[in-house]
């Protein structure tokens, strides 16, 4: 079975979890602060803490922020629920925003009919290393005087117009989860420009309290990650130059070689040096491909239920672009240590679905 995510913790890893652990210290110490060390240098942004899951980054992007009950947070229709799940639980208003009609990422026009005086923060979604117009987004942004909270979680080291995905708006998120080009199995990221926000994220992840003396400075939580799963990104990032020519190399496969009239690869525009975390099949038949596939003993993953499905979060609005992404949309066998004989492997059995199309229909 060819799995539709695949990566790899070699010797290198192992070596610097074996390190970590023979130290002793196994929360905040010498690990977490190489990991984000080097994730500042590598992303050019001042400042960068390294916390327990890219969920617990949004949640700790918008406690840095001082969300209130009464403030309005906008967000993309279709993203992972953990974006819409952090302002949701500072009791703020979530606002939905639909995709544009030929990317799954926020669409400007219909974001500047949402904005209004209670708009605090705005979350653009990097979705799989697509750049949002963010040129636009901060213009309606500063017009209402809100936050630009990036959500790059899927878009680590994915370049701009204006820089890295992530460093552009007041505060970035990344995780550093599974599906992630630098993987610790759980682990997250916030980056940003301003000490203060800075200052402040370091005490929301220690429970907000200032050390030395002990004070009870900021709501926070517990957001620390431990030292020995920090110590797993080290030698990822120190080779991270081939990691994101292996997520290149393998979307643009995908993209020149799959020729079914049934099924398109997602563009993401990698000349222009965005980083695809995977890649994603688009077919008005995608059921019959996707049970064609597993027959063929290939895994795929559908994409996302989009935000307003979620009826807690009581959304209002119509969201047809993020609704036909949902439907016809899905995530091919990608990952840093997916084998090319497996990639070609994919590309022919779906270019082959034409004579197997009718057992589905």
């Known amino acids: 079975m060819i799995p539709w995510w695949y990566t790899e913790l070699g010797e290198a890893e192992k070596n610097k979890l074996l390190e970590a652990f023979g130290e002793k210290r196994l929360t905040l110490s010498r690990s977490v602060q190489q990991v984000e060390e080097l994730f500042a240098s590598l992303l050019q942004v001042p400042y960068a803490v390294l916390v327990n899951s890219g969920s617990s980054a949004l949640l ?83 017009r209402v005087g809100a936050f630009i909270v990036e959500d790059a979680c899927k878009a680590m080291f994915s370049r701009g117009k204006g820089g890295f995905l992530g460093t552009l708006g007041d505060l970035g998120c990344f995780s550093l989860g599974m599906i992630s080009l630098v993987s610790v199995g759980y682990g ?24 030395d ?49 049934d099924m398109s690869i997602l563009p993401i525009d990698t000349l222009e040096g965005q980083v695809p975390v995977y890649a994603e099949g688009y077919s008005e038949k995608r059921e019959e491909m996707i049970a ?9 993953s559908r994409y996302h239920l989009p935000i307003h499905r979620a009826a807690y979060l009581n959304p209002e609005g119509t969201f047809p672009n993020a609704e036909k992404f949902t439907r016809n949309s899905f995530i091919l066998p990608s990952g840093p240590s997916q084998k090319i004989e497996n990639i070609s492997q994919v590309i022919e059995t779906v270019n082959h679905f034409n004579s197997h199309c009718g057992a589905y229909s």
Request: proline share 5%.
């Open 213 to 261: 003396p002990e004070s009870y400075a900021y709501l926070g939580f517990n957001f620390k990650i431990s030292d020995l799963l920090a110590s797993l990104a080290i030698p990822q990032l120190e080779n991270i130059q081939q990691k994101i020519q292996r997520a290149v190399t393998l979307h643009n496969l995908y993209t020149s070689s799959v020729k079914h009239p």
């Open 292 to 300: 064609y596939l597993l027959e063929n003993g290939i895994q795929t």
């Open 60 to 142: 700790m992007a918008l406690l840095a922020l001082d969300i209130q009950p009464e403030d309005e947070v906008i967000v993309p229709a279709l993203t992972w629920i953990a974006t819409a799940q952090a302002p949701g639980l500072l009791h703020a208003k979530v606002k939905l925003c639909d995709c544009t009609s030929d990317a799954p990422i926020m669409d400007p026009a219909h974001l500047d009919s949402l904005v209004t005086s209670r708009t605090k923060a705005i979350i653009p979604v990097h979705l799989n290393g697509r750049e949002c117009d963010m040129q636009a987004i901060r213009k309606i942004a500063d």
């Open 188 to 211: 997250g990221l916030v980056v940003t420009r301003k000490k203060e926000l800075y200052e402040k994220l370091k005490k929301i992840r220690d429970h907000g309290v200032e050390r």
